[in-house]
C-alpha cells in the first residue's frame, strides 16, 4: 500500500464521471515521492516515501521534529 511516511496519506476511492454522468470505480493516489533527508542527529542519509505535503512539513519544521510527531501520531491510532 502506498502510504506517506509523515503525513500518512493513502490512495482514496472516487468515481470517474463521464460526460452523460456514468460512474465508473477509480483511484485518487497521493503524489509521494522516495526522498533522501540528511539527518543531523544521526549523522546519515535517511530515504523516507513522503508526499509533496510531507516534504513542505519536513522543511518548515525539521527531519527529526516531523518524524518525531509521526511516530506519535500512529501510535495514537
Do not use: D, Q
Amino acid at each position: 500500500m502506498k502510504v506517506c511516511e509523515i503525513t500518512g496519506k493513502v490512495a482514496i476511492v472516487g468515481n470517474n464521471v463521464s460526460h452523460s454522468h456514468h460512474k465508473t470505480k477509480r483511484k485518487f493516489c497521493p503524489n509521494l515521492k522516495t526522498k533522501r533527508f540528511w539527518s543531523e542527529e544521526e549523522g546519515r542519509w535517511v530515504t523516507i516515501k513522503v508526499s509533496t505535503h510531507g516534504m513542505k512539513i519536513i522543511n518548515k519544521k525539521g527531519l527529526a521534529v516531523a518524524l518525531r510527531e509521526a511516530v506519535a501520531a500512529k501510535t495514537i491510532y
